[in-house]
């Protein structure tokens, strides 16, 4: 049974064959994913907070020493009440530049409404002057209508009672 195999010849070795399965190694060289698998292995591995959550044996790694833990929290006091006071000094920087700009403000508010009313005061006079305009330019209408009048009147009355001529030039 076993001797019926037939070598394989050249015809053969390039076609598919369903009934047979080829496993070799793989002669790719290592990538970048090999290379970071391996950089992981160097990385300190860390225990969960509560123990229960996994089966450990060694107690020794959740023991902490008081005198570390007042050490820890103290500075971690000092550094606080380092951040508390810078916060302090910028809060009271702030505080001292919003009052000066305040101050700004309202000077240059003032100062506004200075100029607004002395704008009002010179739009009410230049609406006198506008309407007076108007009733000198109204009055000159009216004596240009008048003067033909009164030059054709001048003419009926007798030689010495008559007006001078009257002229705007």
Do not use: W
């Not at 508390?84 to 403000?105: G, M, P």
């Not at 240059?108 to 009410?124: G, P, R, S, V």
């Not at 240009?144 to 009164?150: A, Q, T």
Request: with cysteine.
């Amino acid at each position: 049974m076993g001797n019926d195999q037939k070598k394989p010849n050249q015809s053969n070795q390039g076609q598919y064959h369903p009934d047979i399965v080829v496993v070799s190694e793989n002669k790719t060289q290592p990538n970048a994913d090999n290379e970071n698998l391996n950089k992981l292995k160097f990385v300190p591995m860390f225990y969960p907070i509560l123990k229960s959550s996994i089966d450990m044996k060694d107690d020794n790694l959740y023991l902490m020493q008081p005198d570390r833990l007042v050490k820890l929290a103290d500075v971690f006091k000092n550094h606080l009440s380092i951040c508390a006071f810078n916060v302090t000094k910028d809060q009271e920087a702030l505080s001292t530049e919003i009052k000066h700009l305040d101050f700004v403000i309202e000077l240059l508010m003032q100062n506004y409404i200075e100029k607004q009313k002395k704008y009002a005061k010179y739009c009410e006079q230049m609406k006198a002057v506008n309407d007076l305009n108007v009733s000198v330019k109204k009055i000159r209408r009216n004596m240009d209508e008048i003067l033909p009048m009164i030059k054709s009147i001048n003419e009926f009355l007798p030689e010495e009672d008559r007006l001078e001529e009257f002229s705007f030039e």
